[in-house]
């Protein structure tokens, strides 16, 4: 693949020529892309990847995989991100093609870890699993040969003949659709999934697999494959990271956050100080709850924990002069007096507003930043408290938070399967009582203000009578609309650099 920064000309295949570059809507990805593209197509295609395996990912675990409501809302997200998904009569060459550049963009992003190899081939894993089974059997053996997996189907004497060892050995395959199906004669070894569970009929060497488990020994050689693959990549990485146009974007693209953008505009002046106990315990996230908790108990927050907590107060509405009122009237209740603030610490606050330095209007760190980048150390109340607590910690955090002991294993069971952010939409459906999956979450500033409009009613944030708060500058409260940005969030690599630089503005002035 070969990228440019000018606009990537059309390809001008048509007809047969065009249907013989993607034949079919699912590919085992054997060959990567050799035509050109722009950079900017590089990071769209990317980003709606993406998106695309995040929704996976979701689905996978509020639903059972395979079932109706499974299928049904997959479906309806692969059509509005415009991936192939079904064999169509209709021309779908632009589908299937952003399908496969886009496949192999994040190969080059999620091989530089194990964990990130481990997550990429679980999603596709998933995804190749649900264009399977929606795969019409006519076109079974087409994909299979193209794909270079020699499955032989057996005649339909032979079929008869192993009937009943089939049909006992392959629950809950009935009569009738075993005469539908076509059954496949694989070698053992390739079957060995299928023999642990006691799930297919063997015989001489051989096992005979009806055409609703041949999926499993397909996904098996897919896996195999990817993997593969990755590993590969992975040691022709630093070839590829030497081209200075695709490093920030391949280091940012594993960790980046892909929905709205939460810019404070929409929400500035909504929210006054005095409201921010009472938010803290109804309506922030666990990690803006604990970080709230370690500034009102210590007057102080290093640098980490004041960039996540202060672009979050940013974000839900808090302006630069309650920003400033509010961390100095902490800071000089610990070891920080009037002066040592305003000369040390003000400056940052304004520069995260954007009224110092390259006056960048700095947005509130998402979920997957704050659970891969800049770990909490000893002293720290940053990060995720479903990735970084203590185990026997965040228990006594969860208790405190009246949730029972039932929730509190569901949460421990998230955690063990490194979902995070599913564990931190579990607690917030057993503390706002609520059913699974009313929206997924991605971003601390979406559990605020999904929260809010709960409690509200539906109504957006709503900004209660309260004193007046004290300012060194008059207090001008912004009339915004009722609704927040909508925005997708960019992989700019500037931006990144930009945040990058923030944190050293952030970092202790002594």
């Known amino acids: 693949m070969q ?68 299928q049904s809302k997959l479906e309806n997200e692969i059509r509005k991100l415009k991936f192939s998904y079904r064999e169509s009569s209709e021309d779908e060459f632009e589908a299937r093609r952003k399908d496969h550049i886009s496949h192999f963009i994040l190969r080059l992003a999620y091989c530089q870890s194990e964990d990130l190899r481990r997550w990429l081939i679980q999603q596709e894993m998933d995804l190749f699993r649900f264009r399977f089974s929606i795969l019409p059997p006519d076109k079974v053996q087409g994909f299979l040969k193209d794909s270079h997996l020699q499955f032989e189907t057996i005649s339909k004497e032979e079929k008869e003949l192993h009937f009943q ?45 009806p055409h609703q488990d041949i999926v499993s020994i397909i996904l098996n050689d897919f896996r195999a494959k990817l993997s593969k693959a990755l590993a590969l990549t992975a040691r022709s990485l630093p070839s590829v990271q030497s081209d200075e146009r695709l490093q920030p974007l391949l280091n940012h693209l594993s960790h980046s956050y892909v929905g709205q953008d939460y810019n404070a505009q929409a929400n500035m002046g909504k929210i006054s100080l005095d409201q921010l106990d009472s938010l803290a315990v109804k309506s922030f996230p666990l990690c803006m709850r604990q970080l709230h908790k370690a500034l009102r108990e210590h ?8 960039m996540q907590y202060g672009l979050f107060l940013k974000g839900i509405g808090l302006t630069l002069e309650q920003a400033l009122q509010f961390w100095k009237l902490e800071f000089i209740k610990g070891k920080v007096d009037t002066d040592k603030f305003d000369k040390g610490y ?68 998230y955690i063990k399967g490194t979902h995070y952010q599913l564990a931190c939409q579990k607690f917030f459906d057993l503390t706002h009582n609520v059913e699974d999956g009313m929206f997924s979450l991605n971003h601390p500033n979406q559990y605020f203000f999904e929260s809010q409009k709960l409690l509200n009613g539906g109504r957006e944030v709503r900004k209660e009578p309260s004193q007046p708060e004290v300012s060194q500058t008059k207090q001008s409260v912004q009339k915004t609309s009722n609704s927040t940005s909508s925005l997708p969030s960019s992989l700019d690599s500037t931006l990144e650099m930009d945040m990058e630089g923030l944190e050293g503005y952030f970092s202790e002035p002594f």
């Open 299 to 306: 007057h102080h927050l290093r640098h980490g924990g004041r």
């Open 165 to 209: 060892n089939i049909i006992d050995s392959s629950i809950p395959l009935s009569g009738n659709k075993y005469e539908l199906e076509a059954v496949y004669k694989v070698p053992f070894a390739d079957a060995l999934d299928l023999f642990r569970g006691r799930k297919v009929y063997l015989e001489h060497g051989f096992a005979f697999v």
């Open 346 to 413: 003000a400056y940052n606050i304004r520069h995260s507003y954007g009224k110092e330095g390259k006056r960048t209007d700095y947005t509130p760190f998402s979920c997957m930043k704050i659970i891969l980048t800049n770990p909490p150390s000893q002293g720290d109340y940053h990060g995720c408290p479903f990735r970084h607590s203590d185990p026997e910690l965040l228990k006594q955090r969860l208790q405190s938070s009246k949730i029972s002991q039932t929730g509190i294993n569901q949460i421990l069971d």
């Open 3 to 70: 990228f440019s920064g000018l606009k990537r000309k059309k390809l001008s295949l048509i007809g047969d020529h065009r249907g013989a570059s993607y034949p079919h809507s699912l590919q085992f990805y054997l060959q990567p892309p050799s035509e050109n593209i722009s950079l900017a197509e590089f990071e769209n295609l990317a980003v709606e990847r993406l998106k695309l395996l995040k929704i996976v990912e979701n689905l996978g675990v509020s639903y059972v995989k395979g079932s109706e409501q499974y």
